[in-house]
């Protein structure tokens, strides 16, 4: 498998950021990290082997970034609009200089590209995809939270004014824009989360996301698994098979 590792100093976060890339060729899947996570999580976890069928085959091809969660959702010592300017930052960082850098690479300039992450990973990929989808073909969320005022983030629904722009659940119920919503229902969203254990705020924010996107004539495979199935990472492999298995992959 070809597998690459990169670092630059990013002008938009100012300081230094990595990331990997895993594969020669295919759909680009931008992997955001779990709660706290790494850009090497994907590998050191289990799941690029877990996947690798696509990746060998050159039917997706990973860029697996770093996150700066702490310096933002989980920074509890700021204030909430603080933290919303760092993640802002990230913002910038990923629009300006990771999604660049994977159109180059893929010599595709105009592709839009995958968002995917576990948990943490799930709310980034549906926030960056709801707020770009002229940048991001869709999702693959596994197990996400989709607003910010859960006490994971030590936010309360006070605190919404401040991070409302990057609350999904908060933003996406009144965004009527046309340009959004023909976006959206031109692109493979994909959500899914479990039933069993450490899955019930998930199960909840799913459920809710799932019926704004109906309400709003949406197309998206909100999928549950079942009550054996928990918060973690056996899962997460079987869930994301399943999900490029189903996905149409070729160019």
Not at 51 to 64: H, N, Q, S, T
Not at 129 to 150: M, N, V
Not at 170 to 188: E, M, Q, V
Not at 209 to 221: C, G, N
């Amino acid at each position: 498998m070809q597998i690459e590792e990169h670092q630059w100093f990013s002008p938009n976060l100012k300081q230094d950021m990595a990331f990997k890339v895993y594969g020669h060729w295919g759909m680009p899947i931008l992997v955001f990290p779990s709660s706290l996570g790494r850009y090497y999580d994907y590998e050191g976890m289990g799941m690029i082997d877990a996947i690798d069928d696509f990746i060998y085959a050159g039917k997706v091809k990973l860029f697996c970034i770093d996150s700066i969660d702490a310096e933002s959702w989980y920074h509890f010592s700021v204030p909430p609009a603080a933290r919303n300017v760092r993640h802002e930052a990230y913002t910038a960082y990923v629009v300006g200089e990771i999604i660049p850098f994977i159109r180059n690479h893929c010599n595709q300039p105009d592709i839009r590209i995958m968002a995917n992450g576990c948990s943490m990973g799930a709310y980034h990929a549906i926030n960056f995809f709801l707020k770009r989808p002229d940048l991001f073909a869709g999702t693959i969320a596994l197990s996400g939270l989709y607003r910010l005022d859960h006490a994971e983030f030590g936010l309360t629904s006070e605190d919404i004014p401040a991070v409302y722009y990057n609350s999904p659940l908060h933003y996406l119920p009144g965004l009527n824009n046309a340009w959004f919503l023909d976006w959206y229902r031109r692109s493979d969203i994909i959500t899914c989360v479990g039933q069993g254990a450490w899955e019930v705020e998930t199960i909840e924010d799913t459920r809710r996301l799932d019926a704004v996107f109906r309400d709003k004539r949406i197309p998206a495979w909100v999928d549950y698994w079942g009550h054996d199935v928990d918060h973690d990472w056996p899962w997460w492999f079987r869930q994301m098979y399943y999900f490029l298995e189903n996905l149409d992959l070729d160019p």
